[in-house]
């Protein structure tokens, strides 16, 4: 699950200050998840219906060290491609997030322009990039929280700057062409901040009921 190129008027919210921080702080709590996993969980269903919680770890992985690679401003798109994550998976989980923080920590990333292959062949400004990546992990610290039966902790200011994001998703037909980076926006009414953004982005907050 990734933002598009549909999205190229999103503005970041809060001030491009607290992004990297803010993206920062999702991924993180997607590595203190991700350490409280066994070998036995790897084959457990996840809200993304196609993958396993090791299917949702892999592309986790290739997408951190794909946007690491653009804040780099590295154009070979060989790191978009699938690759195992061998025989220590949650290490290599860690190491690629740890490779997008640090890439994203540099001095004026939120000023590169990023080419993220995976979406299009025409740059985006680095807070766009980010405010993407941003998303990504607030929704995949649900979706792997969810795969282990826990809570993610998720700062407030977090979910907030991803559902003012979110909000630029477009909806109808447009979930439904295939390869589509998101499901049809779920039902849903009430609960929290975060179970608004999962519901808009295709994942019922009741999941796996």
């Not at 200050?17 to 070998?39: E, K, M, N, Q």
């Not at 060989?78 to 994550?85: A, I, K």
């Not at 902790?153 to 998101?182: C, D, K, S």
């Amino acid at each position: 699950m990734s933002i598009n190129q549909e999205n190229s008027t999103t503005r970041s919210p809060g001030g491009s200050a607290d992004l990297v921080a803010l993206d920062a702080h999702a991924v993180g709590v997607s590595i203190d998840l991700v350490a409280r996993a066994t070998p036995a969980d790897l084959t457990r269903p996840t809200p993304c219906a196609e993958w396993t919680l090791e299917g949702l770890l892999t592309h986790m992985a290739v997408q951190h060290n794909g946007f690491a690679a653009a804040a780099r401003g590295e154009t070979d798109p060989g790191v978009w491609e699938v690759s195992s994550l061998g025989d220590d998976p949650f290490g290599a989980y860690r190491d690629s997030a740890e490779r997008v923080l640090d890439a994203f920590a540099a001095e004026g990333v939120l000023d590169r322009m990023f080419l993220l292959h995976e979406f299009r062949e025409e740059p985006f400004p680095g807070h766009q990039a980010i405010s993407f990546h941003l998303v990504d992990y607030v929704v995949h610290s649900w979706d792997v929280a969810k795969a282990l039966g826990l809570t993610p902790n998720l700062a407030a200011a977090a979910v907030e700057a991803a559902y003012e994001i979110a909000q630029m998703v477009p909806t109808g037909e447009a979930r439904l062409v295939p390869g589509a980076a998101f499901g049809p926006e779920v039902a849903f009414s009430g609960g929290s901040r975060l179970d608004q953004v999962v519901a808009h982005l295709g994942r019922s907050p009741n999941w796996p009921a």
